[in-house]
């Protein structure tokens, strides 16, 4: 699929069931939200559920009254935010916690539901929450501290589906009085760890029982031991404009600051980096000569309901278009060409069903047909980006590094962040002898994207 903070509002999200709100607890006041069991994804995440269960517990310890929900479609999660402001009066603490797929749209951070149907970015802003709008809401409502809690840095399986994102999160624009932090650095993206808890989850839980600390040097504490656990590769980001004490144990003291905590030396800056960008779909992990069965696709309940559309009407060109692109990501090379033929057969001007179809035959190594898709794919639509940067992965593959380094540096000219042509520049400049250069832009790469070696791979590019 390459598929990325004011005052006191302690956003918070999770997936778990939804309990109603309880009695008023000193009007501190918590959502948690754990969100696993994502349709589009290949399978549900294993931390988000029990880093929500977790973070609700200790917040009810701390005299939060706490509302969790897990798996939350978007109606849920609208309702569930509804009631939050519901609850909210002048002075209270509001705090969200989010554990599931955020993605980065416009320059705002989206929190996506389990049931987001998102194939273009407009998708995004109608599926999604903006944490910028409920922290503003939440402040409308008059709450005096806010706090966010978003680990949704993790790279998400709709990031292929287009390319107008940036991966990670985007910094939040929020009201005085906020305190704000991702799991991760902004525009970067953390895999999961494969354990009950996310690093970021441990690190916060293990500081937020410390008795005597201020939020914000919770957090900080925080960001230090995820930073130092990771030695480096995830580094949180935290942003605060709060004007009064707040400790997350009731009764706390601001106490004389110890000496600053120093994080270990990070790697060479980042954060200019290009990031992955996300018009093709995510390579299953399949060697390109071993294609599931099309039965083993059958009770995928997005082909399921893509296939039925098109029962109804089969020259539903959007319908094709996007069963192809599902195929594609779970590695159904040959279903998702046919499928990509047959929009192109529909509406021979479709430049993405080309861009589309050149990258899947790259794939699988039908170059030659693969180039005259991507050619046909910039004849129609001069300097589009997505078509440079599969043509230079053709040429890549072919191992005409000239010509692709000459089209990755046209797609990056466009679209400086863009981390598959980045990593790919990278490879073709070492490949032609300029290896220094081109770990640079490896190691640039491999920054903002840490499964970017293993993306190429699946391509069959090492």
Not at 64 to 80: H, P, S
Not at 275 to 283: G, I, M
């Amino acid at each position: 699929m390459s598929i990325r903070l004011p005052l006191l509002a302690l956003l918070v999200f999770s997936l778990t069931p939804i309990f109603p709100l309880a009695a008023i607890a000193a009007d501190r006041f918590a959502l948690v939200i754990g969100n696993a069991k994502y349709p589009d994804a290949d399978a549900p995440l294993k931390e988000p559920i029990n880093d929500a269960r977790s973070i609700a517990d200790e917040l009810k310890r701390d005299g939060f009254t706490v509302e969790i929900g897990e798996n939350l479609t978007g109606d849920g999660m609208r309702k569930a935010f509804e009631r939050l402001y519901g609850h909210i009066k002048p002075g209270s603490v509001a705090l969200i916690f989010f554990s599931g797929y955020g993605i980065q749209s416009n320059r705002q951070s989206f929190m996506i539901p389990v049931d987001a149907q998102i194939w273009t970015e407009a998708d995004v802003r109608r599926d999604g929450f903006s944490l910028e709008t409920v922290l503003g809401e939440v402040n409308n409502r008059g709450a005096g501290v806010k706090i966010a809690l978003i680990d949704a840095s993790r790279r998400n399986p709709y990031e292929r589906r287009f390319r107008s994102f940036s991966a990670g999160l985007a910094p939040v624009i929020a009201p005085n009085g906020t305190l704000a932090m991702y799991s991760a650095a902004l525009s970067s993206v953390m895999s999961d760890n494969g354990t009950d808890h996310s690093l970021f989850v441990q690190e916060l839980l293990k500081e937020i029982r410390v008795a005597d600390l201020m939020a914000e040097e919770t957090l900080n504490r925080t960001r230090v031991g995820v930073t130092r656990a990771s030695r480096s590769e995830q580094v949180p980001w935290i942003s605060s404009s709060l004007a009064e004490d707040f400790s997350f144990i009731p009764g706390a003291r601001p106490a004389v600051p110890p000496p600053p905590q120093t994080p270990p030396p990070s790697p060479p800056p980042k954060a200019e980096a290009p990031v992955q960008s996300a018009e093709k779909p995510v390579v299953a992990d399949l060697p390109s000569n071993d294609q599931p069965p099309s039965s083993s696709l059958a009770d995928d309940p997005t082909i399921k309901s893509l296939t039925a559309k098109l029962v109804e009407n089969p020259d539903d060109a959007g319908s094709l278009y996007r069963r192809g692109q599902v195929y594609a990501s779970k590695g159904a090379y040959d279903l998702a060409i046919k499928d990509f033929g047959d929009t192109i057969r529909i509406n021979p001007k479709d430049v993405e069903a080309y861009n589309n179809r050149c990258w899947t035959r790259t794939v699988i190594g039908e170059l030659q047909s693969a180039l005259r898709d991507c050619n046909e794919a910039l004849r129609l639509r001069p300097n589009f980006v997505d078509a440079l940067d599969s043509r230079g992965l053709v040429n890549l593959k072919s191992g005409l590094n000239k010509n692709a380094i000459a089209d990755f540096d046209a797609a990056l000219r466009i679209d400086p962040r863009l981390t598959s042509s980045l990593y790919g520049r990278g490879l073709a400049r070492q490949r032609s002898g300029a290896i220094s250069d081109g770990e640079v832009d490896i190691n640039n790469a491999k920054a903002m994207d840490p499964n970017i070696v293993k993306e190429f791979a699946n391509y069959g590019i090492r």
